[in-house]
C-alpha cells in the first residue's frame, strides 16, 4: 500500500467513486427485467451506497440463454487452450491494474480493513484468475492401454453453462477462486454474487471485457438468494452449480439439482475449525498471536475461522491470558478505510445481531468471559464488535458447536491426544484444523485423524494456489485451487476407436 493513502485520502476516492449496480448479461450493463432494486448498506457507516438491480427468473434466463449462445458459438469454448490463457492472464493484469478501485468497493460494501482488500482479496482473486489461467495448456488428455488395433482416448471437455453463487465475506477472492477454472476451461459463467455484498463482481463483469473476454461468456446478476439464486439452482439450462456460503443453503441447492435436471453441484459450506495446542507446542507466543488473528481477520467472517480453540489443560491458563493479550494489542476495531486498521466493521445489522445473541448465549450457557463481548463505535453509524473471548466451554454449547461467523472464540482443554482428536472431530464440520506441537510424529497422527480438509501445523491458514481448498462432511465437497478445481468445470468423456 502506497504510504500516500490514509483515511482522508480514501474518503476523498470515495467521493469520486463510480459505482455500477445493473445486471451484465451479454456483454452490457442492464437493469433488472422486472425494474426491481434494492439499497446496498456500507456497514462502515450505514449509508446507501447504490440501488442495485435485484435480478429474478427472466433475468436468470437471459443470462443462461446468454451463456448458451456463446458457449455453442465456440468463440470461448472452442478456442485454443494457449488463446484461453493469454486473455486471462490479461484479466488478472487488469484486475490488478484496478486494485485500488475494487479495493474501495470491498471495503464499502463489505466492511473488511482496506489494508486487507489491498493487500489479501485483491492480490488473492489475480492470483487465482492468473494461476487457472496459466495452468489450463499445460492439462493434457491420455491415451488408453489398448490392443494394437484399437486407440482409447481420455479427453477432458468444458461442461457448458457454470452458475456461481459465492459469498459476501470475500467477495472478489471467492468469485475468482471459481471464474479461474471454469473460464480457463471453456465454459460460460453466470455469477450471482450475495446481496449483501454484490458491487465487486458486477464491476468486475466489464473489467473481463475490457481484457478481451467475448461477450456473454461471463455474465453477472446481482440479487436474492431466495429470488434468482432459486432460478440458476432450479434452471434446466444450468450444467453446473458452484457455491460457497452456509451449510443451510447448500443443502437446498442440493435439493434443487434434484428437482431440475441433476446439475453437478460443488458446494463450500460451513466450519467450526478446531485450532488445536499442545503444551510441547514450539512457540506458544507465535501460537498465541495466530489463534487471535486466526478468530480476528476479517472479523471472523470467515469459513474457516479458528473458532474452537483446544489447548491442553496444563498450559490452558497461561495461554489464554497470551491470547486474551494478543487480540487486545493487535486486534481491535476500527475504521475499516483507516491503513492501520485490522478490525473492521460486521457485513449487515443482520450479522451484527446473530454476533451479539451468540455472545448472549454463551453468558447463558456458562461460559466465562475473558475479553471483548460487546458493539462499539455506535456513534459512527457502522457495525462494530469486539473480539470476544470465552474460556470455560465445553463442546455441547451453542457457541461451540454453531458457525457464527463473527469474531467469537470459544477455548475448550483437554488432557490427552485421544481427548482433542475426539472434541476437534465432535462437529457436523469438517473444513479446516490446526495443530501446534514439536512432536513430528504427533503432528502427523493429528493431521491423519482430523476429519478436515486442511490441516495446518504449527500455522494457521497456511497454503496457495497450489493447495486443493474443500471440506468434509457437511463442510461441503469438491475443492477449490489447485489443479483439482478443473474436476468440478470439465467433463470426462472416452472415445473408443477400431483402427
Known amino acids: 500500500m502506497s504510504s500516500s493513502h490514509t483515511r482522508e485520502s480514501w474518503n476523498q476516492r470515495r467521493a469520486s467513486l463510480e459505482i455500477h449496480s445493473q445486471a451484465f448479461v451479454d456483454g452490457r450493463y442492464q437493469p433488472a427485467v422486472g425494474g426491481e432494486t434494492f439499497e446496498c448498506i456500507s456497514p462502515v457507516d450505514g449509508c446507501v451506497l447504490a440501488e442495485v438491480a435485484s435480478c429474478d427468473q427472466a433475468d436468470a434466463d437471459q443470462a443462461v440463454a446468454a451463456a448458451r449462445r456463446a458457449f455453442d458459438s465456440g468463440i470461448w469454448s472452442r478456442m485454443a487452450p494457449a488463446q484461453r490463457k493469454q486473455v486471462m ?128 461468456v461471463l455474465n453477472v446478476l446481482p440479487g436474492y438468494g431466495h429470488t434468482v439464486g432459486k432460478a440458476l439452482g432450479l434452471h434446466q439450462d444450468v450444467d453446473t452449480l458452484v457455491f460457497t456460503g452456509s451449510t443451510r443453503i447448500a443443502k437446498q441447492l442440493m435439493i434443487y439439482a434434484g428437482e431440475s435436471n441433476m446439475k453437478r453441484v460443488w458446494l463450500e459450506a460451513g466450519g467450526k475449525s478446531p485450532n488445536i495446542v499442545f503444551a510441547d507446542a514450539p512457540d506458544l507466543d507465535a501460537a498465541a498471536q495466530a489463534a487471535a488473528g486466526a478468530i480476528a481477520f476479517n472479523q471472523g467472517e470467515v469459513c474457516t475461522a479458528g473458532s474452537r480453540l483446544l489447548v491442553e489443560a496444563s498450559i490452558k491458563e497461561l495461554f489464554v491470558q497470551k491470547v486474551a493479550a494478543a487480540l487486545k494489542a493487535s486486534w481491535q476495531p476500527g475504521h475499516p478505510l483507516d491503513p492501520h486498521t485490522t478490525v473492521g466493521a460486521l457485513v449487515d445489522t443482520g450479522q451484527i445481531e446473530t454476533v451479539l445473541r451468540y455472545i448472549e448465549a454463551g453468558h447463558a450457557e456458562g461460559a466465562e468471559l475473558v475479553a ?109 485451487k489447485s489443479l483439482h478445481a478443473f474436476d468440478k468445470y470439465t467433463e470426462i468423456k472416452s472415445t473408443w476407436i477400431q483402427l
Open 89 to 216: 492472464i490479461r484479466f488478472a493484469d487488469v484486475i490488478e491494474e484496478h486494485a485500488e478501485e475494487l479495493a474501495l468497493l470491498e471495503t464499502l460494501d463489505m466492511g473488511k480493513p482496506i489494508k486487507d482488500a489491498l493487500s489479501v482479496d485483491i492480490p488473492g482473486a489475480a492470483r487465482a484468475i492468473r494461476w487457472s489461467g496459466e495452468a489450463i495448456d499445460k492439462l493434457y488428455d491420455e491415451v488408453a492401454a489398448t490392443a494394437h488395433d484399437q486407440l482409447g482416448l481420455v479427453t477432458r471437455e468444458p461442461v457448458g453453462v457454470v452458475a456461481a453463487i459465492v459469498p459476501w465475506n470475500f467477495p472478489l477472492m471467492m468469485a475468482c477462486w471459481k471464474l479461474g477454472p471454469a473460464l480457463s476451461a471453456g465454459n460460460s459463467v453466470v455469477l450471482k454474487p450475495s446481496e449483501k455484498s454484490p458491487l465487486s463482481a458486477i464491476r468486475l463483469a466489464q473489467l473481463a471485457i475490457d481484457a478481451g473476454l467475448p461477450a456473454g
Open 372 to 480: 471483548g463481548g460487546h458493539r462499539v463505535m455506535q456513534e459512527s453509524g457502522g457495525l462494530f464488535v469486539e473480539p470476544t473471548l470465552f474460556d470455560g466451554v465445553t463442546n455441547d454449547m451453542r457457541i461451540a458447536r454453531e458457525e457464527i461467523f463473527g469474531p467469537v472464540l470459544s477455548v475448550i482443554s483437554f488432557d490427552s491426544f485421544e481427548e482433542a482428536i475426539a472434541i476437534a472431530n465432535d462437529t457436523v464440520y469438517g473444513l479446516a484444523a490446526a495443530v501446534w506441537t514439536r512432536d513430528l510424529s504427533k503432528a502427523h497422527r493429528a493431521a491423519r485423524a482430523l476429519r478436515a480438509g486442511s490441516v495446518w501445523v504449527n500455522q494457521y491458514d497456511g497454503g496457495d494456489m497450489t493447495a486443493p481448498f474443500g471440506g468434509f462432511k457437511q463442510s461441503g465437497n469438491g475443492r477449490d
